[in-house]
């Protein structure tokens, strides 16, 4: 079970990523330096997040709820944000992963609660798949010149 749990917290930390809301179209440099900030808030919070002292599922099943509501936060900043043109449909490719997160986020923390550990195998799994869901638009910002910091990690 603590192996379940140490993966989860891996698979979570490598998704420290996010936006920050903005008012009209922003320049490009005003974009990175948004998406920057808002993914070392997200990898910060996420990396002191103690989910990986978790003994067993139910010990993970609060710590973990944080952890949603800062993805859930950072998905809603990233749809806040009015990126340039050229960076709009990776920008809301990211967004939309991000909320699929939380929710599958909420799916593992209530799989701990409940000690179901194939559900919780499960969710994992589909936190997997939703974290190589964002990485052909971080790549597609990065090779358009973007740097999006911890984001592109």
Not at 76 to 94: G, K, N, R, S, Y
Not at 100 to 111: E, L, M, N, P, W
Not at 121 to 146: F, N, S
Request: proline share 3%; with cysteine.
């Amino acid at each position: 079970m603590r192996k379940a749990c140490a993966f989860a917290v891996g698979v979570i930390a490598l998704a420290g990523c996010g936006g920050g809301g903005g008012g009209g179209p922003l320049s490009k440099s005003d974009y990175e330096h948004k998406m920057q900030a808002e993914a070392k808030r997200l990898t910060k919070a996420l990396q002191s997040t103690v989910i990986s002292s978790a003994e067993n599922l139910y010990d993970f099943a609060d710590p973990i709820g944080a952890v949603k509501d800062d993805v859930a936060k950072a998905a809603d900043d990233v749809d806040a944000l009015e990126p340039p043109a050229d960076a709009a449909a990776d920008t809301q490719t990211i967004a939309d992963v991000l909320h699929r997160f939380a929710a599958v986020i909420d799916q593992i923390q209530k799989a701990a609660a409940k000690n179901d550990t194939e559900a919780f195998r499960q969710a994992v799994q589909q936190l997997q798949t939703e974290l190589r869901a964002a990485q052909p638009a971080v790549r597609d910002l990065k090779q358009k010149g973007y740097d999006v910091g911890q984001f592109a990690s």
